[in-house]
């Protein structure tokens, strides 16, 4: 027999406070949860807060859970954004120019800047990078968190290690 969940869902339109209560199954993904429930938004939320914790929209409910969308106009969600523009950049950068290694990417107010060690990012480049970025996007490619050792991410990012 499958275990039934409690979900309370708080903040689900942005800045409204508006909040729901629903059943679900055990090992539900909230994604799916709150794509179901609200399609008209789910497109804009970035990640999720479950039970204080920030996770990503795949995370599965084990236990009664307090869920909160995360948007790009709050803190967390912009954190996500940011973290995901400099991993698409990154993706980019090392399909397109994978002998260009970055050492820097940093974000000042709205916009986020990096180096690069060995070469100079001219504007024809900066174009290549942003069309392949928005390829990467039109795929709509998951990017899935993985826990490595950090001997074995430094041996796969090499002095590209400080993006995140």
Not at 19 to 37: A, F, P, Q, R, S
Not at 60 to 85: F, H, M, N, Q
Request: with cysteine; charged share 25%.
């Amino acid at each position: 027999m499958q275990k039934e969940l409690n979900v309370k869902i708080n903040n689900i339109y942005k800045n409204e406070n508006k909040n729901i209560e629903l059943v679900t199954g055990y090992k539900m993904c909230v994604g799916d949860i709150l794509k179901e429930n609200f399609p008209d938004t789910y497109e804009k939320m970035l990640g999720v807060r479950v039970n204080n914790n920030i996770r990503t929209l795949d995370y599965k409910l084990v236990e009664d859970s307090v869920v909160e969308p995360l948007y790009y106009t709050s803190a967390e969600g912009y954190k996500i954004y940011c973290r995901t523009v400099k991993f698409l950049l990154y993706m980019a950068l090392k399909r397109c120019y994978p002998k260009i290694h970055p050492s820097i990417c940093n974000t000042i107010e709205d916009t986020m800047y990096f180096m690069c060690k060995d070469a100079a990012i001219t504007e024809e480049m900066a174009d290549v990078l942003q069309n392949e970025m928005k390829r990467i996007i039109a795929n709509n490619s998951k990017i899935e968190k993985l826990s490595v050792p950090y001997e074995e991410a430094k041996a796969i990012y090499g002095d590209s290690l400080y993006l995140a």
